[in-house]
């Protein structure tokens, strides 16, 4: 009986954790992979979200990668929090990296993969350590740009923001003839402010900018008008 009880027990590790890859037969060193990821909006953990290890090439030959070479894979727990353990070989960083990814949850803002990733490309123990992949929950918006000035300018540009490590450029006119109204529809992140700055410069270090800020929520019509 006792026996069957640690089996169960022991199932929940099975399923969480997965060793893969090569076996370390030389240089082995143990690295701590930890963090947490979570909804950058509300501090909400993902709850068993994948989190992958994988070797990847510092170097092409020819322009062609090779396929990356999966070391672990685990999942978060029920607060987002992940942590364990991989042993590797320190030869291997003198032309590949570690990578660590998490998929990027849907409903959630995307860069320019469907997943998040750091890397490790010189033996640290602690490198991968406290880890922090958070994600914005995603909300659509509408920038109104109205043309109310008459006097020149030299360039009139917009980009919107919610976190200072995050802008996006919306919109560049590299003349006073392109001036007019526009409309444009982007995506910004849920819950917490978004700001757009505006910026119109007249000539060599003089300029006036504008910031506006609104805060969307998902499937709504998320709309602000900036004047210029």
Same mark, same amino acid.
């Given at each position: ?21 090569? !076996?370390? @037969? ?13 909804? %950058? ?18 170097? /092409? ?8 070479? @999966? ?19 320190? /030869?291997?960083? &003198? ?33 991968? &350590? ?7 929950? @995603? ?34 006119? /590299? ?6 109204? /526009? ?16 910026? @119109? !410069? %007249? ?26």
């Amino acid at each position: 009986m006792l026996r069957s009880l640690l089996i169960v027990a022991l199932l929940p590790l099975l399923v969480t954790c997965k060793k893969e890859g090569r !076996t370390c @037969k030389g240089h082995c060193v143990e690295i701590n992979v930890s963090g947490r990821a979570f909804d %950058a909006a509300t501090g909400i953990g993902f709850n068993r979200l994948q989190v992958t290890v994988h070797w990847k090439a510092s170097f /092409t030959m020819g322009g062609l990668a090779p396929a990356p070479e @999966k070391v672990f894979s685990g999942k978060t727990d029920e607060n987002g929090f992940f942590s364990f353990v991989i042993t590797v070989d320190t /030869t291997l960083f &003198a032309r590949n990296h570690l990578s660590v990814q998490v998929p990027v949850r849907q409903g959630y803002l995307r860069q320019s993969h469907n997943h998040q990733e750091t890397y490790l490309f010189h033996y640290d123990p602690g490198g991968l &350590a406290r880890l922090s992949f958070e994600q914005y929950p @995603k909300a659509d918006l509408t920038l109104r740009l109205r043309r109310t000035g008459s006097g020149p300018f030299l360039y009139f540009s917009v980009e919107h923001f919610y976190t200072p490590r995050v802008q996006y450029s919306d919109l560049l006119f /590299t003349s006073v003839q392109q001036a007019r109204d /526009t409309v444009i529809r982007t995506e910004t992140a849920a819950h917490i402010p978004t700001y757009i700055r505006s910026v @119109k !410069t %007249a000539g060599f270090g003089s300029y006036t900018e504008k910031i506006d800020s609104i805060r969307c929520l998902p499937g709504r019509l998320n709309s602000i008008e900036i004047t210029y």
